[in-house]
């Protein structure tokens, strides 16, 4: 019998390296990327000002290919916005009904960082950041929403200072 897929769930500041600990999940598991900016900038002409009925649109093309893709045995990693508990549910809820793993991968890293990251230095990087700098404010409203993992979520936490294939993988445990 095959090992059940696993769907892997980003959670951390905008900034903190979620998309890069994600890219190296990819390489080090197969697992398939799926990463929400890069979905919403080829979904919609005006990428930063969709509305929330388009957000909403945008989650349940994501939730149906993740999906598929679990139904097929592959794995998947859901790098976007879940940083709130009920958005996690609903993706665990996905796994649970297919039989799949999930892991929580929290990216943590200190705020400083992870706002200069994304509000000042975005630019840097392109790939990881195709909308570029974030508003100062927008940030702040971003990491005020984040709910930390529950106890029973059994988060596995990744240093978002310290982001290597062999830190990712120790704390995969691979």
């Not at 929330?52 to 990693?77: F, P, Q, W």
């Amino acid at each position: 019998m095959s090992e059940k897929p696993t769907l892997y769930l980003m959670l951390g500041y905008p900034g903190a390296g979620k998309t890069t600990v994600s890219d190296i999940i990819r390489d080090l598991t197969g697992a398939v990327h799926l990463n929400s900016d890069r979905f919403r900038q080829h979904m919609f002409s005006k990428p930063l000002e969709i509305t929330n009925e388009e957000h909403e649109n945008m989650y349940k093309h994501l939730d149906y290919i993740a999906r598929t893709i679990l139904e097929s045995g592959k794995s998947v990693i859901y790098d976007a916005n879940l940083n709130k508990y009920a958005h996690r549910q609903e993706k665990y809820d996905i796994a649970e009904k297919l039989g799949a793993n999930t892991k929580l991968i929290w990216v943590k890293t200190d705020p400083e960082t992870a706002r200069k990251r994304a509000t000042i230095e975005a630019n840097e990087n392109p790939v990881n950041r195709p909308f570029g700098n974030m508003e100062a404010q927008t940030f702040e409203r971003l990491i005020q929403e984040i709910e930390s993992p529950r106890e029973n979520e059994q988060a596995i936490e990744i240093s978002g200072e310290e982001i290597s294939p062999e830190n990712v993988a120790k704390a995969l445990g691979i």
